[in-house]
């Protein structure tokens, strides 16, 4: 094989290598639930997709805190919030968001807008006497 015809066809295999679909991460959405805060922010899910939802800079605690359901669609790792809003008696517009990372410490999504959201997850230490 002549070596210009090498090279050109070593070019289109690595272009099409290049353009093939990424592998889609995937994650383990049991490790939801659980209290996640960012800054003043925090948010609970809780394992039957519903949540709660406080700002403590606007001196809301998590007794007080908003209702929201939640669910992970795996096939695109999205992760959708529906707020209830107190004044309407309804559940809002559904939040869509592109879960990034997801693991036993950090919680990362981003907007459809691109904006991005870290959160950590809090440890919540029980007693050994606490049955």
Known sequence: MPRGLFLVSLSIILMMVSCGKETKKSFDSSLLPGKWNRGTEYYRYDSDG??????SADDVH???????KWGY???DNSLTLIHWMEMTQDWTVPRVYTIKQLDQSKLVYEDRFGETYSFDRITVTVPENEE
């Open 50 to 55: 519903t949540g709660v939802y406080w700002d």
């Open 62 to 68: 998590e007794e007080e805190a908003q209702a929201f």
């Open 73 to 75: 669609d795996d096939s």
